[in-house]
């Protein structure tokens, strides 16, 4: 007997992909070193600036270097103060140590696990420079406030969308709202191009910042005007990315469809506290992600001993992971991402899945909770 597992999460490449692929390599243009990139990136960047509804995307070679290089296209370094939350991937705060600046946490609103406003106005200084929201599992942040505060204080707003392409809060897709917008696309995100990233942004002036920053901060080629970097996207990622950014509004249609199903399925389980979606927000169903009031990890080890790969993201705070341990925060310093932590657990809801394996999803998180 073979034992399958139902993934967390799973790239769909068909063989659409494969032909981008072959076509990239028989035209042996696999990369473009000018500031513009090669013709597949910059296809790719106008197609998705036009699906987030920005003026300008800079491809880049993955999510981390999206994030590092808007930090650094916003000007923050030394002696600034970055606000990020501290229930995310660590590469939010990790980002803003790498240009030098101070990560400064602002606790969780603990039903959508997303940045709290008013925590976020809690802790600005004179020496706030920009906010990081994260639009975690896919659900947006609630961004009126943010971007309020921004402008009280004349902040510069980052997103960090690497998990909600194709999200929208208000009718306003995720990575069109702040001044800039950061994207994954690891293998396991709503659509790939296996690693790589963009920056999206309606800022002329940030958009030709980046794109030198992204080059060794070069303008016509070996004359570097500023610091950069080699963070280029090749042509074969951005001949995937292409053609799975044509099919992402169908893979969200499934996981929106696979995520009311479990829902509706979940509701009659006691328990567990199922993934709230605020009026005004379109999940893009990254994650379905539920909270358990005891023994999350027991429940974790039995839906994984059976084949069902459900995942905790995030077991640790960032704050409590040892390099930030290291630099003076410890437990208690904020309850809502702890508390968090404790409790989440992510069940599958990728594209993927047929209506068997919600079946069986379902039934096995009911069995061994209820009993």
């Known amino acids: 007997m073979v034992f399958v597992m139902i993934p967390i999460n799973k790239p769909l490449i068909g063989e659409e992909e494969v032909q981008a692929v072959r076509e990239v390599i028989n035209s042996g243009i696999l990369t473009g070193a000018s500031i513009e990139g090669g013709p597949k990136v910059r296809e790719f960047e106008s197609r998705f600036a036009s699906f987030i509804g920005s003026k300008y995307a800079v491809a880049v070679s993955n999510g981390t270097a999206a994030l590092h290089l808007a930090l650094l296209a916003a000007g923050v370094g030394p002696g600034d103060e970055v606000i990020v939350p501290p229930f ?4 939010t705060a990790t980002a803003v140590l790498l240009v030098g600046a101070k990560p400064v946490f602002a606790d969780i609103n603990p039903e959508t696990y997303n940045i709290d406003p008013e925590n976020v106005r809690k802790v600005i200084s004179s020496k706030t420079k920009a906010i990081i929201p994260v639009h975690l599992y896919g659900l947006p942040a609630d961004m009126d406030p943010i971007m309020e505060i921004a402008n009280d204080y004349n902040i510069i707003v980052i997103e960090d969308a690497a998990q909600a ?3 929208s809060y208000k009718g306003h897709m995720v990575g069109s709202i702040g001044h800039m917008g950061c994207f994954s696309f690891y293998a396991t995100k709503n659509m790939t191009t296996g690693e790589g990233g963009m920056v999206t942004t309606s800022s002329k002036e940030y958009w030709e910042r980046l794109r030198m920053l992204r080059t060794h901060g070069q303008v016509k080629g070996y004359d570097p005007h500023i610091l950069g970097y080699n963070y280029r996207m090749p042509e074969i990622e951005a001949a995937i990315g292409l053609i799975q950014l044509s099919k992402l509004p169908r893979f969200l249609e499934i996981r929106k469809r696979n995520a009311n199903v479990l829902s509706e ?6 328990g567990i ?7 005004g927000s379109k999940h893009s169903w990254y994650l ?3 909270s358990v009031n005891k023994d999350r990890d027991m429940l974790l080890k039995k839906l994984n001993s059976i084949g069902i790969g459900a995942s905790v993201y995030y077991e640790i705070p960032v704050h409590l992971t040892p390099l930030f341990r290291g630099i003076g925060f410890s437990e208690g310093m904020f309850p809502n991402a702890e508390n968090a932590a404790r409790q989440v657990l992510s069940l599958p809801i990728h594209p993927g899945l047929s209506e068997n394996d919600m079946v069986f999803i379902y039934e096995n998180v009911k069995k061994f909770l209820v009993g």
């Open 288 to 290: 379905y992600t539920i």
């Open 273 to 279: 506290r199922l993934p709230y979606e605020p009026s």
């Open 265 to 270: 399925m979940l509701s009659d389980v006691k």
């Open 88 to 91: 995310t991937f660590v590469a």
């Open 165 to 167: 392409h194709g999200a």
